[in-house]
């Protein structure tokens, strides 16, 4: 396919080595520069025009469900941090510390937030009196910062871009209602819009949130085996309102506690996406989030008539609501293809002084690199269906992908031999140390408890217990 | 008009004390609270949705010139903070510093972006190296963080969210015309937009933008007769491309240094609206880029078909386009009145059983007051035309209050006259000593030489010596 093996080369194959194919797709496609801040990256013009399509059809959802985006502040006095015990236990390791401002030392140190329910539980106390103050449905927009000892890009990064959701509620019902209902909206998000299929399922105790009384999570399978937590979900019953001391007068005019949840997804998102579609020339972007659907690359195009052809098909493609793209440089057309498909634009229309003749073009899929002579009349509709052909390959390749790397076991020894697979399901007792006992072994950490429970036995693949709960492992990032 | 006077009588009225009256709207529109950390606030779901409003008319405006948003990170190294001698001499006395980091003490320290311009630069040294590499013209959305002595809401916070458009050019000229195209974009979003008339010009030397070869700003007229800078544009010429090392390969293959402009505003413009707009009955906010544009209101709720009828309404309205509300609550309309003028809802529609036998409802201007009985047939059309009228009424009484405060002085007793009435403009030879001595004087900073020069003398108002330019003075936030 490629037209320019120089650039392309520059590729380590996906098969040959996971780890250094996924760098230089992020290098060569123009994702991600670094910063002199080690694990701070740069997130260029395409990676950052990905995220806000991203943003955009989930803020959508956001708001179809009734929720409202809220700002606040970047800094947490540490008194504020140590409110509620487990969740700094969890953070308070990785926190950045911020100790002078304005030229003088601060009275109290204040961290950058890693994550901001005690802002939200601060600010709940002040707004929240009555039963007609709830439910609230905040989310917010906004960079976190974990000092993280490793990291990678867009899987683990100091600084990262992400939206966390924080609700109030009168009932334990309602708040649980919110925590799965969230989970479905990232379940959609991904389905719908990024074609990666997820596994939804409830974490151990030992994996779940700090504070949180249930964490809920949406796993993908990427092409190396390992498994990506993409979003999670928490449900806090009233352990931050005890900790936050906010309390509402409900009906009957008795102050009682309410419930809460927070839940969010971040840029790790664009990490999945390389890693469950890319292949060895590149990018491969789903069409509902690529920033350009389909890229023009004139043929010939000094001969007459060739771009301006080029150019009105372009804005007619414009017109009927395809991000359209046209690369009009000096470049050749190999270079053009090449670019194209390192940058994961899911369709390349080819147009040269023979396919005017015709009345034609050539479209090619990146997924299946296959190519089609379209004619020009009618080709809005063309494009529209080789885009919704191309979303739904996507889905239905990882899927594929997912069910291939999903293996069930009945014993450690089978789980340990098929960890490189991917997914390993066993049956589990439900005790913490089991759950230890196979990361030991295998070195897979439990993802999660799959609400899809297929009952494969009835003891525990590690201690031979009664067992009545599905389990999944894997290897992680 | 109000029908609650309970809710009404906690505002200051806006011409007995406008510092009090200010903090009356911000806090009983709900737009901020306060957090723990002294000067950092929380943006409240109606701030942030007309945050959110004016975010996305003025993205639409950058990239249909061509930009294009990325995301830097939030640190910067205290070395690369200080490679030009002017932004750090300006900066570094308000800078936050981070110093620990995943429990250890960091080998430098870290300051929170008070603006990104090294970032940029860095950034820039790596990805240009051809005339092919240019222009960049980037652009992001974010935070920043500015350890000010004193804050008020909107004005000047510790942190505030804003945009920071950095861009990088082949030739002072181009960088230059970027500098005032995006002036002129900045003023286009006050006066469509926010119904804020602006005057343009240039910063003096003593108030450019530290760094900068030339600073650029819009000024705004306020009710109490103060200016505020609502937005400012820098150009560097090749100062930090110098500092940063940053050249690039010419058509020539010459090696040569880029210029560079940068520009932005803030939530402040939020301060500005309900400055410009306000009155004591609450914020009155531009149809534009009001969260609701129109609030419904049903009288006698209780009576059969009012609430349905109500509902429809909405929809109707909803489906044609406009932003619209619904207060279905068991408040009393009075209350619900009172609460659509404190939020500054520019239409409100009043439907009863009465109403809804003749087929009309009852349309209340914010601007005006006036009511109008209105069919509903054809509802949608008319609501349209009212919002069209209120957005160009609060321009005409923005020009108006321009125009009736700003005035001319030829000598420095004229000008401590005038100062409270807003600008002044004087005659000015150029001098930062006139400029002092006037500020000395009378207290009022220099705003900008605006672009709009009608000559009034030929003496400095300061010294008396030839000037052949106008300054313009007045007291600011």
């Known amino acids: ?117 005690t802002l939200f539980c601060e600010h709940y106390k002040n707004i929240i009196h009555s039963w007609r103050d709830l439910p609230k449905l905040y989310n917010q927009w906004c960079s976190v910062v974990r000092w993280e000892k490793t990291t990678r890009p867009f899987l683990r990064h100091r600084e990262f871009l992400w939206q966390e959701g924080h609700t109030i509620h009168a009932t334990a019902d309602e708040a649980m209602r919110e925590t799965l209902d969230m989970l479905d909206v990232y379940a959609e998000l991904c389905g719908e819009w990024l074609a990666m299929p997820v596994i939804k399922g409830r974490k151990t105790e030992s994996e779940k949130f700090p504070g949180a009384h249930a964490t809920y999570a949406i796993e993908c399978m990427m092409h190396d085996g390992r498994g990506l937590q993409a979003g999670t979900t928490h449900y806090f019953a009233d352990t931050f309102a005890k900790a936050f001391d906010i309390q509402y007068a409900d009906k009957n005019n008795i102050m009682v506690s309410p419930f809460q949840t927070s839940w969010g997804v971040s840029t790790r998102l664009l990490g999945g996406i390389i890693m469950v579609h890319g292949d060895d020339s590149g990018l491969i972007l789903p069409p509902k989030i690529a920033p350009a659907q389909i890229g023009i690359v004139p043929v010939a195009a000094h001969k007459p008539g060739v771009l ?57 899929r990146r997924d299946t690199g296959e190519k089609s002579e379209t004619p020009l009349d009618g080709l809005e509709d063309a494009v529209s269906r080789a885009l919704d052909a191309i979303q739904g390959n996507l889905l239905s390749r990882a899927e594929q992908n997912l069910k291939t790397r999903t293996a069930a076991a009945s014993s450690i020894e089978e789980m340990e031999a098929r960890r490189d697979a991917g997914f390993v399901k066993g049956m589990w007792c439900g005790s913490a140390q089991c759950e230890e006992t196979v990361r030991e072994r295998t070195g897979m950490k439990s993802r999660c408890i799959p609400f899809e429970q297929d009952r494969i036995g009835d003891k525990c693949v590690c201690c031979g217990k009664p067992a009545d709960q599905l389990l999944i492992f894997g290897l992680q990032y």
């Open 1 to 117: 396919m490629s037209q320019n093996p120089k650039l392309v080369e520059q590729i380590t194959p996906r098969d040959a080595d996971f780890g250094q194919w996924y760098t230089d797709v992020v290098k060569k496609a123009a994702l991600i520069d670094y910063s002199s801040v080690k694990g701070c990256v740069i997130l260029r013009p395409y990676a950052y025009a990905i995220w806000e399509n991203i943003q955009k059809a989930l803020d959508g959802m956001f708001k179809r469900t009734g929720h409202q985006n809220v700002y606040m502040p970047l800094l947490i006095p540490e008194s504020l941090l140590q409110r509620e015990k487990d969740l700094v236990a969890g953070f308070e390791p990785e926190v950045a510390w911020v100790t002078h401002g304005g030229g003088e030392k601060l009275s109290e140190r204040l961290c950058i937030r890693p994550t901001s329910e």
């Open 308 to 364: 301006e052809t080029a150019a009105k098909l372009k804005e007619r493609l414009t017109d009927a609501g395809i991000r359209a793209d046209m690369d009009a440089s000096d470049q050749s057309p190999g270079w053009k293809f090449a670019e194209y498909e390192m940058k994961g634009v899911p369709l390349r229309l080819e147009i040269g002084p023979k396919d005017i003749e015709k009345g034609c073009c050539v479209l090619a």
